[in-house]
């Protein structure tokens, strides 16, 4: 015990004293309080205020609070030592809570100073474990697991339950927990939930569908045409929002030549179908299935062909095959698509937004509760609640579902096997529809990028420039550029910090073992379940007030990127290190290299893959993202997805096509280079395995 104490002691003292010295220069260089304007927008006074020097402030407290740890007792043997370890894990979350209450009870916003000082306690919490020998004493898990929890707590579940204030609480702040009822009991508002509830289902369904025969196609029929399948399965996710269903307006709207072509050959005299549930189901469909088609896909290429050899063995068919071994293998996967795409299409509101006509749906009233001309928190409130609650209901399901099945096809033993054929008819029937679903996204596709260059769709056909000059020829400071620059600047920088933070998740995750690991991989992968739409409105809500101010900062936008991608980055993170064997991190710390060195030098580069993709995946998310930050930006964050936004409500659908087939084009040239990377690397370690 004595040379424990001699070997941690010292060591451990002296660097919480540096952790204290680092919050008191936080202190003394950065304000304390938030400053409206920045520091260079702000006055000489407003600065001062900020910095919280007076003597009577109460951000003393914050600073003097936590340099009681200075002067407690040295040294420390036995339980007493143990119990010293204790209470500065404890003391320091508590200073963390008085920062907080005192704040939220003065109104300010807390600034820099306390996130420095905020570092500071969690690296002296982290110290403190380290010496409890909690997780083997390991200092970089430790910290990781706090900086996990703590970045949890804020930006997923305060907000979260910052978005039922407005239920119970009337204009005046007085409470009233009944008031949401006069909400739900507008006949118009059960009409919306239910067309939302009976929309997901039909854009599930049918996504699933064209996910699954997409998904056939390219893993079990397709040879050298696979590539055809995969790129218009892959394309609507590099499409921004809005203009799928713009497109979709172009063929088949009042002025379609899809519609045309009806009015004349079939007789078609109502001009306005498409307006209302079958323009949108229509516009979800092409836009979500190529969600439902990796999912299905990835689980299509896991599946073991000595099944089904089995199975053609004990003299089963080939459809029986199919209906009876190959499809109840697909159920988990079905399953999580299906539920998936209901949740993406409850918060999606581009596409009712232009196609919806009549038929309102729960994120388009949200978004006019929060946008038009009569502000109601209240109704904005009540309804992403039970967007939320459905959501989460959904996600329940299909975790729970799954989690107490076991589908697992391929083990550790060596078989072999090889892929069957599939019956006649399904193979003509898939590549039927396979071919179809190529035709209608190449009419769509050709319809945006044609209907850019046209003076006005519909009226007027002859080419022109006029929309993309009017867009990218007004000089770097107007138009369309700020707003593209932006977009770009903003997703570069989320996008490592969604690898980063996922990856990290899902070491701590699969590689420690701790109480309250279920919970922390199940509230981070709330993301998906949580809509964009009331992700919106819960940041709103939760940073518009004391303690912690972020609206109107790009901040507060970049914080929305990462928190809603962060679920494919502990996803790629996961797939990853399931592939990686366990003895090759223990290799590495009995060499005493400890779990940074590991993690830096072991497992980052074996999982290279998996961060390009999680990388890439998370910067083409969050270019095309509009349902969550559409309510968080302002004239100084514009991102693209709300110019285009801004464009479709002013009726410039030319524009607003044009700058989509812009983005379009980029997001396709940045995943061919990293496609074209990527692959070059596979080829490189395949040649070298056969040399």
């Known amino acids: 015990m004595t040379d424990v104490l001699v070997l941690h002691s010292p060591q451990k003292r002296e660097a919480i004293f540096i952790w204290l010295g680092i ?295 080939r459809f029986q095959t199919f209906t009876q071994v190959f499809l109840p293998l697909l159920k988990p996967a079905l399953a999580n698509a299906f539920l998936i795409v209901i949740v993406q299409s409850l918060a999606d509101f581009s596409n009712p937004l232009v196609l919806g006509g009549d038929f309102d749906v729960l994120a388009t009233q949200i978004y006019f509760y929060i946008t038009g001309a009569q502000l109601d928190y209240t109704a904005a409130s009540t309804l992403g609640v039970i967007l939320l609650l459905f959501s989460l209901l ?31 008819i399904l193979v003509r029937g898939i590549t039927l529809l396979l071919w179809v679903w190529v035709a209608g ?16 769709w519909g009226v007027d056909y002859t080419l022109t420039l006029d929309n993309f000059s009017k867009l990218f020829g007004q000089g770097m400071s107007d138009g369309a550029w700020p707003s593209l620059l932006d977009t770009l600047l903003y997703a570069g920088i989320a996008a490592p910090l969604t690898t980063i933070f996922g990856l990290l998740i899902a070491y701590i995750v699969v590689r420690q073992q701790f109480t309250g690991k279920k919970v922390i991989e199940f509230t981070t992968m709330l993301c998906f379940a949580v809509p964009g739409t009331v992700a919106g409105v819960s940041y709103i809500l939760a940073f518009n007030n004391a303690p912690v101010y ?26 990853g290190l399931g592939q990686l064997d366990k003895s090759l991190d223990e290799a590495s710390l009995s060499l005493r290299a400890g779990s940074l060195r590991t993690v830096l030098y072991i497992v980052l580069p074996l999982l290279r893959p998996a961060i390009l993709s999680a990388l890439i995946y998370s910067f083409v998310r969050a270019i095309t993202t509009v349902s969550a930050i559409i309510f968080l930006v302002t004239p100084d964050t514009r991102v693209a997805t709300s110019y285009i936004l801004n464009r479709v409500e002013d009726g410039e659908y030319g524009m607003a096509i044009a700058y989509g087939s812009i983005l379009i084009v980029v997001m396709l040239v940045i995943i061919f280079i990293f496609d074209a990377l990527v692959g070059e690397a596979r080829v490189a370690r395949s040649r070298a395995k056969n040399s």
């Open 441 to 456: 996204n190449i009419l769509l596709y050709g319809s945006i990028f044609y209907g850019s260059f046209t003076v006005n």
């Open 23 to 317: 919050m008191l220069l936080g202190y003394a260089a950065l304000p304390v309080f938030s400053l409206d304007y920045g520091l260079l927008g702000s006055t000489a006074d407003e600065i001062y205020a900020a910095y919280g020097w007076s003597g009577r402030n109460i951000s003393l407290v914050w600073v003097l609070l936590p340099l009681l740890l200075a002067v407690r007792p040295l040294h420390a043997v036995g339980r007493e030592r143990r119990t010293r370890h204790l209470f500065d894990v404890g003391y320091a979350l508590f200073c963390m809570l008085v920062m907080v209450v005192s704040a939220s009870l003065t109104g300010r916003g807390l600034g820099f100073a306390v996130i420095v000082m905020s570092i500071s306690l969690a690296a002296i919490m982290t110290l403190a474990l380290s010496r409890l020998e909690w997780l083997g004493g390991d200092r970089f898990v430790l910290g990781s697991l706090i900086a996990i929890i703590a970045l949890i707590g804020l930006f997923i579940l305060y907000p979260s339950i910052a978005i039922f204030k407005p239920m119970v609480l009337d204009d005046s702040g007085a409470f009233a927990p009944w008031q949401f009822m006069a909400v739900l009991g507008q006949r118009h508002i059960l009409q919306v939930i239910w067309n939302s509830f009976l929309l997901s289902v039909a854009v599930g369904i049918g996504c699933t569908f064209f996910g699954l025969v997409l998904a056939i196609y390219t893993a079990r029929i397709a040879r050298r045409s696979a590539i055809i399948g995969r790129v218009f399965s892959i394309l609507p996710i590099v499409t921004p929002p809005f203009v799928v269903g713009l497109g979709v307006t172009l063929m088949m709207g009042r002025s379609g030549y899809v519609t045309e072509l009806m009015v004349k050959y079939l007789g078609l005299t109502d001009t306005n179908w498409l307006y209302g549930f079958n323009g949108i189901w229509l516009a979800q469909v092409l836009a979500f299935t190529p969600m439902s088609f990796m999912i299905l896909d990835g689980a299509i290429k896991t599946l073991h062909p000595s099944l089904e050899e089995a199975s053609y063995t004990l003299r089963a068919n």
């Open 550 to 575: 972020l609206t109107g900062t790009a901040a507060i936008v970049i914080i929305s990127m990462v928190m809603r991608n962060v679920p494919v980055g502990i996803r790629a993170g996961i797939a």
């Open 394 to 424: 959904v996600f329940c399901i299909q975790y729970l579902w799954m989690g107490k099945r076991s589908y697992v096809t391929i083990s550790g033993k060596s078989s072999r096997g090889d892929v069957q054929p599939l019956p006649v």
